[in-house]
């Protein structure tokens, strides 16, 4: 069934009011996501989380669950064991599926998968939405710990457990979150983790894709081709030199990514709207939307 345009900036018009509250809650410019969410910790380890949460469940709900994960990480930083006791709503809206059921429903299965797989608790609470206890982003099942403190706190043998890329609040707060597939948020934290905090061009071949990051053939070419069109990625042709007698004309695409370009409205996206109450869209009683879509007690 056709969105219909009125209903696509509705939810447009919400997700960034609900982000520039989020916003305001957490005080936070960026998410903290540790290496070990992304990529591999060595050869011989397994699948990262990233590329569970894309692949969970044959691959249905992978964005989802990835940006729905990420957005937790976004309010939860610099906190140690969370917990939001947000109604699924709320959820929906800050990713931009506007106040339908359906979206309620992608969120609410999303919470479950997450739930199962250890990335987040689930508590009941009687009359309630669930308390949702966030789980550490390296895919152990123990409560979450903010890496910069954590860094700070560990012995320095253990540091590199809590190494962490910085994604942009951008992502939330200009809209890109409604305009971006799961493969390129993924291949936007691959290339950020590239760099390494380094302002440098990126080199990713296809082996790295799979054995590093364990996201297939076709999830790379299109989380880049995304980014590209978008203009958050260049992309250039670099020639190769190894040795005395290699072919001169042999070349390799390379990266340039700016993580600051999330910060800068795409112009057919832009909105002027005020930011409303975090967990209602504009003009609307949160408790009316909610009673609206489903029985609170049942959220979850």
């Known amino acids: 069934m056709a969105v219909e345009p009125d209903e696509v900036e509705a939810a447009r018009a919400a997700q960034r009011s609900a982000a520039q509250q989020a916003l305001q809650i957490s005080h936070a410019r960026s998410a903290a996501v540790r290496y070990r969410f992304i990529a591999r910790g060595g050869p011989e380890r397994d699948s990262p989380p990233m590329a569970r949460l894309l692949r969970g469940s044959g691959g249905r709900g ?16 610099n906190e140690d064991r969370p917990v939001f006791q947000y109604p699924a709503i709320t959820w ?3 990713l931009g599926y506007g106040n339908s059921p359906a979206g309620v429903r992608r969120v609410q299965e999303a919470l479950r998968w997450l739930d ?12 309630a939405s669930s308390a949702v206890h966030l789980l550490s982003d390296a895919g152990t099942g123990r409560p979450y710990q903010a890496p910069g403190p954590a860094i700070k706190a560990a ?5 590199d457990e809590h190494l962490y890329v910085q994604l942009p609040a951008g992502l939330w707060t200009n809209g890109w979150i409604m305009e971006l597939s799961g493969a390129a948020v993924a291949m936007y934290l691959v ?14 071949s296809p082996r790295i894709g799979r054995e590093v990051y364990d996201l297939s053939d ?3 070419r299109k989380g880049l081709t995304e980014l590209a069109a978008h203009g958050l990625i260049k992309v250039s042709k670099r020639p190769l030199h190894q040795g005395l007698f290699d072919d001169p004309l042999r070349t390799r695409h390379v990266y340039d990514l700016n993580p600051d370009a999330l910060g800068q409205l795409d112009p057919q ?32």
């Open 92 to 94: 929906t809206l800050l």
């Open 62 to 77: 992978g964005k989802t669950r990835l940006q729905l994960y990420l957005s937790m990480l976004w309010l939860a930083r």
């Open 218 to 220: 076709e999830t790379r």
């Open 191 to 204: 290339l950020l983790h590239e760099r390494r905090g380094e302002n440098k061009q990126v080199w990713l």
């Open 116 to 127: 199962r797989e250890a990335f987040i608790e689930l508590r009941r609470r009687q009359g």
């Open 269 to 300: 996206e832009a909105t002027t709207e005020a930011p409303t109450v975090f967990n209602q869209p504009a003009d609307t009683d949160p408790a009316d939307v909610w009673l609206r879509i489903c029985d609170p007690v049942q959220d979850l």
């Open 155 to 159: 012995p320095r043998a253990q540091r």
